[in-house]
């Protein structure tokens, strides 16, 4: 809606947008498309924050469909540092748009419908984030403010749909520090899924859904994890094999009427772990046919799995298939 004057306003207050934020300059780190349900989640841009404008010059005039703290703070540059090209769908997750640094960050987006949105400390610690509950499609242009001075400052803006993003989970701590991307020491279900992200509703075709990947990491999994999820799922309770630090895979699932199983196919000996919505761990070592694990929940909770196969006897990688079904298991 909003490019419809966009050419109004260039012709009018040409003079005046070489001192303010101009959404019809081209953005300074590029532009990407993305269509609810994108993988990977999250997609992140290196940049820098900061810029000459002063924005409290802005005022935001967005809907209350978004979430964030309204302030419209720091230094940003006349063009956006980055646009996004947007397509809603029609399912429950949300659209996030946040920014990590050392230093104090601010946001600024002008939405599809020309109001501008702004957040100085709603993300972790001193990052900012926006959280758009409804997103509509269409474009939104993203300044990246720095706090306190005009400076530029290393920062890496993320767009999620999954409540389970931040800051430190895209690679700064939640105080604003750098974690420099390193391993994390142990399995951590923040960290990026390094074979895909899923997203799944009740009914879902075709069934199975499956998941070509290796079995296999160096965390001994009796070392670092408890089965501490409710007895509302069948599994053998038992933590075992080798699994890697991030997820093997991410499901972000909306329940229906019928159960969830999670299972694996593999000609070696598997196990598996997973960490639901509520925040507990699930664990199965050979629930499934012959030496596979199998996880099945009769009453699934709607929200994020993260998945891990892992290798019973060593740390050493197998080939595997992970197999998502309300019908059965593998």
């Known amino acids: 809606m909003k490019h419809t004057f966009a050419a109004a306003i260039s012709l009018g207050l040409a003079t005046s947008m070489a001192a303010a934020q101009d959404f019809t300059l081209p953005p300074s780190y590029g532009d990407t498309s ?22 409290n010059a802005l005022s935001d005039t967005g809907s209350g469909n978004a979430d964030r703290d ?11 540092d980055f646009s996004l090209h947007f397509t809603s769908g029609s399912g429950v997750l949300p659209l996030r748009i946040g920014a990590a640094s050392s230093s104090d960050t601010t ?21 900012p984030l926006i959280q758009f509950n409804n997103p509509s499609s269409g474009r939104y242009d993203i300044w990246v403010g720095t706090y306190g001075s005009a400076s530029l400052a290393d920062a890496r803006l993320f767009i999620s749909e999954l409540r389970s993003v931040s800051a430190s989970s895209v690679g700064y701590g939640s105080s604003g520090t750098s974690s420099g991307g390193s391993s994390a020491s142990g399995p951590d279900w923040r960290l990026n899924p390094s074979y895909e992200t899923v997203n799944l509703r009740g009914g879902f075709t075709p069934d199975p859904y499956t998941v070509v990947l290796q ?3 160096p965390n001994r999994v009796r070392d670092t994890i408890s089965d501490t ?17 991030a997820p093997d895979v991410r499901l972000n699932f909306t329940a229906g009427s019928l159960p969830l199983i999670i299972s694996v196919a593999s000609s070696s000996d598997t196990t ?31 929200g994020q799995y993260d998945i891990w196969i892992g290798t019973w006897a060593s740390s050493s990688l197998r080939d595997a298939v992970l197999h998502i079904s309300e019908l059965y298991s593998e």
């Open 34 to 55: 993305l269509r609810a349900g994108f993988s990977p989640d999250p997609y992140t841009v290196d940049l820098q924050s900061g810029g000459s404008i002063r924005a």
């Open 70 to 80: 309204r302030r419209c703070r720091g230094y940003i540059a006349d063009a956006p």
């Open 107 to 127: 946001l600024v987006i002008n939405g599809p419908d020309g109001s501008w949105y702004c957040d100085d400390d709603g993300g972790e610690g001193l990052n």
């Open 215 to 217: 079995s296999g990491g």
């Open 229 to 245: 999820g409710s007895g509302d799922a069948r599994r053998d309770n038992r933590c075992a094999g080798y699994i890697a630090d």
């Open 272 to 302: 598996l772990v997973i960490n639901a919505p509520d925040g507990s761990w699930y664990c199965d070592d050979d629930s499934g046919q012959g030496t596979n694990p199998s996880i099945r929940w009769d009453r699934a909770q709607s």
